[in-house]
């Protein structure tokens, strides 16, 4: 993937890092990829999620996910994704979780992703050991921090044990847990970050900026 001045409408610079691959998602082919962790779980109370996408075809009547993990009917789950064209919170980026068939927590960003012919950089960074409600689940889109919404009950408490990183349970991108809801679009340098905690993608080096202040790719593979 080379983000161009074409796609930017900026000169990215001679010294842009470029991602060679993208991965193309089509919804009609119930796409996905999926993982079985082995050994012990990761840190179920902190993770980043880092990736880039192009939105693909629009209007869907479920939501479009881009990470998930857990088990719908046994009331553990955990998800990122783009809410569906249907609901009043259409094409809005998600994160939402449940554990052990309590209460869930669900939260959305202003911004709407709609654009099918933009780069988004998504950046999910979740640490449920800060004392801070707000700092539990954070968000950024192209480098801005979102302010969030509820989506169900605000943000979880703290030192809640999350159900990405559960080792008990298949790992999706592009599906939500065990049914469908399938993303279309392309995924690039798309990365699950365990027991990582975050400042901003920008200050931890996930993506940065050129001097016309566009954001862009950097290499990754050392984190």
């Not at 996408?53 to 209007?59: M, Q």
């Not at 988004?120 to 192209?142: E, F, L, M, S």
């Not at 970050?193 to 593979?221: H, Q």
């Amino acid at each position: 993937m080379v983000l161009s001045n074409t796609q930017w409408l900026a000169n990215p610079g001679e010294e842009a890092y470029e991602i060679d691959y993208s991965c193309r998602f089509n919804r009609d082919d119930a796409a996905y990829l999926s993982k079985t962790y082995s050994g012990g779980d990761g840190n179920l109370k902190k993770f980043v999620y880092s990736g880039w996408i192009k939105r693909g075809v629009l209007g869907h009547t479920d939501d479009g996910t881009l990470l998930s993990a857990g088990v719908t009917g046994t009331g553990n789950y955990e998800s990122i994704g783009i809410m569906d064209a249907g609901d009043a919170d259409a094409e809005k980026l998600y994160w939402e979780i449940q554990a052990g068939g309590g209460t869930s927590y669900g939260l959305l960003t202003p911004a709407v992703l709609r654009d099918p012919h933009a780069w988004y950089h998504i950046c999910v960074a979740k640490d449920t050991t800060q004392g801070t409600a707000i700092n539990r689940v954070r968000i950024w889109i192209n480098g801005v921090q979102q302010t969030l919404t509820t989506k169900y009950t605000s943000q979880p408490p703290q030192d809640y044990d999350g159900i990405i990183g559960d080792n008990t349970y298949v790992h999706y991108f592009s599906k939500w847990s065990d049914i469908a809801q399938y993303y279309d679009g392309y995924f690039s340098q798309t990365a699950y970050l365990d027991d990582l905690a975050i400042t901003d993608p920008i200050t931890d080096s996930l993506i940065e900026k050129d001097d016309n202040g566009v954001i862009r790719p950097v290499d990754i593979s050392s984190l």
